[in-house]
Structure formats: C-alpha cells, structure tokens
C-alpha cells in the first residue's frame, strides 16, 4: 500500500489577507481584458479598492493570530498584520490618486491595478517571511510590479528613465542581498530565522564568512529602504514615475524595507546585536545628514520629499538598531504616522500638477493659501509634522523614536534626530512661507488628467477639456491631513497597536 504524501500544512485564516491581495489582482487583470470606458473608470478601480477593502478586513480578523504557517516559511503575527494595514491603506490612497491620471491609461488599467495589488501582496509576504528563501522571493514580488509601474507612463521620457533606474539599482540591490543570505546560510547552514539565531550562539559571530554575509544583507536592504549611502537612485526615480506610484513607494515600500529589516536583525540575528547594531546606527546617523542636507537646495516638491524620505529613513533606523520592544514599537508607529503625512503631501502634488502647467515646481505653490486652502492646508500640515512640529503625528513618533534610542543606550544617535530635525526646519519652512506668504498668483492653465506632458494624455484621447485636480485627490488630501493631527493630539489607540506589534516580536527575543 503507498502512502499518502502530504504537503506542509496550510492555515488559510491566517493566510486569508495574502490570498486576497492575489486572488483580488488576478481577478482585476482579468477584468481589465473587458474592455471599455465603464471597465476603466468603475469597474477596475472598484474591484481593486474592494480587494484591498477585503485585506483589510481580513487583517483586522487575524489579529492576534500569532502562528506559523506553511511549515514555518511565513509568520502572521501583529508585526506583518500593523504593517499590512499600512500596505492596503497605500495602496487604496493610490487607487483614488490614479483613478484620472495618465499612467493607467497609457498601461492598460487592468494591468496597472493589478501590479499594485501584487506589490502589496510582496510586501505581505517579505514581513511575514520567516527564512531567507520566503524573504528574498518577497522583495522579488514586491520590486517586480513597481520597475514596471515607474515606467508606466510610456510616453513620457521621465517616466521611462524613473523605470529603468529603479530597474538597474533594485537589481543591484537584489543581488547583493541574494549573495548576502547564501553567505549567511553557508555560515549557519540554516534559513529558518530561528535556527539562525540558534547558530549564532556558537563561534560564528567573528567568522569573515558570516561578517560579510552581514554587511551585504544590510546594503541590500539599504537600498531598498533608500539608506545612504545607497540612497542615490531616489530622488530621479521619485521625480520620474507617475506621482500616485511614487506616493505609494514613499509610504508602502518603506514600510515592508524597515518592516523586514525589524524581523531580519529582530529576530535571526539579534545574537549578532553586537557586531551588526554600530554599524547600523553610523548608517542612520549618515542618511539623516545626507537626506537633510540634500534637500535643502532642491526647487521640486517631489524631490524635496524624495530626499525627506532618505532622512525619514534614518531616523526610523534608531528603532531596529536598539533591539528592543520599545524600539519596534517606536518604529512601527512612526511609519503609520509617515504613511498619512507623506500621502497629504503627495495627494497635493498631484492637484498641482493636474491644475496647473508648472507641473511640482516652487512656482505651482505660491500663494496655494490665498487661492486654494483645501489644498494649502494639508500640505502645510504634512510639511510640520515631518519637520517634528508640536501637535503633530510627527512630533510623537519622533519623540518616541529618540525615546527608544535613548533607551537603548544609544543617546547619540538621538541628538542626531533632533540636529536633523532643526536641518530640517529650513526647507519645510520655506515652502510653508511661499504657500502663505504671498497673494494668489495669476490664474494657470489646468492640464487635462494627472500628469504634466499634456500631449501624452491628449493623445491618448484622455481628455481635451481643462478640469480640476478631482474630489477624490483634494479628499485624499484632507483626510490624510486631519489625521496627521488626529494622531499628533491623541495617539493612544496608535500606541496600543504597535504594543501589540512590539510584543509579536518581542516574545521571541
């Protein structure tokens, strides 16, 4: 009699919000192959925000779940799930910034759509990994869909350039990592992240085998999570690609990075704190300097943000390096509160560039106070709260990171966030002064759709009438907006999530 041969045992709860993302982006794609103006402008945008309505709610029923699922390869514990709503709610702001821009359009909206669920599902899986294979297959899921979507505006040659950058270094920064874990698995001879750090107690800790299978898993990540010094390819592409794509790379593909970064030196290598962490804080302490300083001098408000991102990133750092649950918890907050204060931001960058021909320019907002408030408002608001203003969610997150810095014995990688911070202050100002420091200036011509190469979208029989930026953008904005101050007055029910994040970790630890 043969016997039955099973396969590794599968918790479909637990796996419940996964599957939706894919389930949901291979029903959109094909939905796309239908065709016509009601499939494009209803039809696709709607199924894909029902998928990621879907996660969402299928998220909120496992929480707490806590448990391992196919044979080990995935955890799905509050860490992945805090994370994941971060991922659905990029995304879903994405949609609504997308729903009259070019890029769809110009890409098949099937196809576009799609990509952002598969995105969102790479990144679910890359913080749910739980070994080295599952983790690098995760970032690979997660990187494909978006070399694909910077581009996705073909008819403008930026968008173009943006792709095949993001292309070149995300590969560069693929294979490093992917030679890093081989180096760490010949090390250890394990991928499981537990027996890793079983391993780790052993000698290995001083092997040149293991030390350089270290350092490249960091520089992979690096790159990944736009860390200096391998930060270069940010701001071209965050100024190339299609400006909803860039707002869901700045929020949600940070998020997963700083995400796998937690688990990666949280979890399997935290018995190696103590070569891995110096090194880690000397890079924060550089990127903060560097995504500072680089902004300073810049005249676009998306490469303003892309080199704010390099920062941002750098001070999200102080978390992993401390090792401890005050430390994950601090940075799984800040990145919820990055998430809604960058998403104003960008959500205003896309008005801009609809209403007006200066595309992200300086000159697109001056005087935005006079003479669009709505707009003018959120902006100002996501410009404080990433500068650390008071009554902000920046101001929290950041006193909580240097709080956990502090905590971990690392009270000089706290001073530098606060040196960092006050760099700061003269670019946000700046672009708070031109939005209410001047009168309204003469009226501009509004381009049709989302993008600012006019002729692309004419062309594509987008539209030839003028029309405003759109009430689900300025909406985007003023949510986003209220609740950057929402969580800046009361952050408790914030700071209840990510003790329960904290703790999915800490328990192992």
């Given at each position: 009699m043969i016997a039955a041969i099973h396969g590794p045992h599968l918790d479909?709860?637990?796996?419940?919000?996964?599957?939706?993302?894919y389930g949901g982006g291979t029903i959109v794609l094909l939905a796309g192959l239908l065709g016509g103006r009601f499939v494009r402008v209803a039809l696709v945008p709607g199924l894909t925000l029902a998928t990621l309505l879907a996660s969402l709610g299928l998220t909120i029923w496992q929480w707490h779940a806590n448990t391992t699922t196919i044979a080990g390869a995935l955890r799905v514990d509050d860490l992945a799930l805090a994370l994941n709503g971060i991922f659905v709610i990029s995304a879903a702001a994405s949609v609504l910034l997308s729903w009259r821009a070019a890029a769809p359009r110009l890409a098949s909206p099937g196809e576009y759509f799609a990509l952002l669920l598969f995105s969102a599902a790479?990144?679910?899986?890359?913080?749910?990994?739980?070994?080295?294979?599952?983790?690098?297959?995760?970032?690979?899921?997660?990187?494909?869909?978006?070399?694909?979507?910077?581009?996705?505006?073909?008819?403008?040659?930026?968008?173009?350039?943006a792709g095949l950058k993001y292309l070149v270094v995300g590969s560069v920064g693929s294979a490093t990592l992917l030679y890093g874990l081989a180096l760490v698995y010949g090390a250890t001879g394990a991928t499981d992240f537990g027996a890793i750090a079983t391993a780790l107690h052993g000698g290995i800790l001083t092997d040149p085998l293991f030390l350089t299978g270290l350092a490249l898993i960091?520089?992979?990540?690096?790159?990944?999570?736009?860390?200096?010094?391998?930060?270069?390819?940010?701001?071209?592409?965050y100024d190339g690609a299609p400006t909803p794509i860039t707002a869901f790379m700045a929020t949600a593909t940070k998020a997963a990075a700083l995400g796998v970064f937690l688990r990666l030196f949280d979890v399997a290598f935290i018995n190696a704190q103590v070569n891995w962490a110096p090194a880690v804080a000397a890079l924060a302490a550089v990127t903060i300097v560097v995504g500072n300083v680089g902004a300073?001098?810049?005249t676009s408000v998306k490469r303003l943000l892309a080199w704010?991102?390099?920062?941002?990133?750098?001070?999200?750092?102080?978390?992993?390096?401390?090792?401890?649950?005050?430390?994950?918890r601090a940075t799984v907050w800040y990145l919820a509160a990055y998430l809604v204060m960058n998403l104003a931001a960008f959500a205003v960058v896309v008005a801009r560039e609809r209403e007006t021909s200066l595309g992200d320019g300086y000159g697109a907002y001056e005087g935005l106070g006079a003479s669009r408030p709505v707009l003018a408002w959120p902006l100002t608001i996501a410009l404080l709260s990433l500068a650390g203003f008071p009554a902000t969610s920046?101001?929290?997150?950041?006193?909580?990171?240097?709080?956990?810095?502090?905590?971990?014995?690392?009270?000089?990688?706290?001073v530098v966030i606060v040196i960092g911070s006050i760099i700061s202050l003269a670019y946000y100002l700046r672009l708070v002064g031109l939005m209410w420091?001047?009168?309204?200036?003469?009226?501009?011509?509004?381009l049709a759709g989302g993008s600012a190469d006019a002729e692309a979208e004419l062309a594509d029989g987008v539209g030839s009438a003028a029309r405003p930026a759109g009430w689900e953008v300025v909406t985007v904005a003023v949510v986003c907006g209220a609740a950057t101050i929402a969580l800046g007055i009361i952050p408790s029910p914030l700071f209840d999530l990510t003790k329960d994040a904290g703790r999915a970790i800490g328990g192992l630890f």
């Open positions: 479909w709860s637990a796996l419940a919000p996964l599957v939706a993302l790479g990144m679910l899986t890359l913080v749910e990994a739980q070994n080295l294979v599952t983790l690098f297959l995760g970032l690979e899921m997660l990187s494909i869909p978006l070399y694909v979507l910077c581009a996705s505006e073909s008819r403008r040659a930026t968008s173009l350039e960091v520089t992979g990540l690096g790159f990944k999570s736009s860390v200096a010094p391998f930060h270069q390819w940010t701001p071209d592409v300073l001098g810049q704010s991102s390099v920062a941002q990133a750098g001070y999200m750092l102080a978390g992993v390096v401390v090792s401890t649950q005050l430390g994950i920046g101001f929290v997150g950041k006193f909580f990171l240097i709080d956990a810095a502090v905590d971990g014995d690392y009270t000089w990688l706290g420091g001047r009168g309204a200036p003469a009226a501009e011509p509004v």
